[in-house]
């Protein structure tokens, strides 16, 4: 099962993924995460995709597509996969096509995750992630019973520096101009199922089971 995860930041595909990857047995494989542990490890890699990443930006295409290509020929990845944030641009997808071509492979479904702008900026400027065990809470929807230290192991919790509002609005902007054509690209290969994100986790996840099982 080669599943690709599409919507803009906020969306719920990091959440989706997670349970998708456990239920379905398939590797989660997040951009974003790979990018965020680089930083955290202050690789090459990380020290050049921090600035784009803080910025909202994008990192240059070249950079991600070498890791995807790169993850995707390892061996857990053969019986399935399922990507979280790529492509987000149309070279990314056009090269995840020859990527997957030369191997014999195709993609079997695009999920993509539907929620309106106004709930996208609450979700995102809510969000805290605790620096010691990582877990996400949310101060509307999962809020910690102390907006500043984690409830599971008493970590720091902190924003990431692009869920702040100037910067969330950025990454809405560039995920209008360069990610959502990406919608027509899977819609003409008859790959794309429109999943309502608005609903919650449970619901949503019991919609996207329903399609892979289809
Ligand atoms: P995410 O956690 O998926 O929202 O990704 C966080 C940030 O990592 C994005 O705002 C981008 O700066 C960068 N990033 C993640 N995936 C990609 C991608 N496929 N192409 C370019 N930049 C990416």
């Not at 399935?80 to 993609?107: I, K, N, S």
């Amino acid at each position: 099962m080669n599943i690709v995860l599409l919507g803009p930041p906020g969306a719920g595909k990091g959440t989706q993924a997670i349970r998708i990857s456990a239920h379905f047995d398939i590797p989660h494989i997040s951009t974003g995460d790979i990018f965020r542990r680089a930083v955290a490890q202050k690789t090459a890699l990380g020290l050049k995709a921090k600035e784009f990443m803080d910025r909202g930006d994008l990192v240059p295409d070249e950079v991600v597509i070498g890791i995807v290509k790169q993850r995707l020929e390892e061996p857990d990845c053969s019986t399935g996969f399922l990507l979280d944030g790529f492509p987000r641009t149309v070279p990314q997808a056009e090269a995840l096509v020859d990527a997957l071509t030369v191997g014999g492979r195709a993609l079997d479904k695009v999920l993509n995750i539907e929620v309106d702008r106004d709930e996208l900026i609450r979700r995102l400027t809510g969000r805290r992630t605790c620096r010691g065990c990582g877990k996400v809470f949310h101060l509307i929807f999962d809020p910690p019973k102390s907006s500043t230290t984690c409830d599971i192991c008493g970590g720091a919790l902190w924003q990431r520096e692009d869920d702040s509002e100037e910067t969330v609005i950025n990454r809405l902007k560039v995920y209008e101009a360069q990610t959502a054509p990406l919608v027509d690209f899977y819609r003409a290969q008859g790959l794309l199922v429109a999943v309502d994100g608005r609903q919650p986790v449970e619901v949503v996840f019991s919609r996207i089971d329903e399609i892979l099982h289809a």
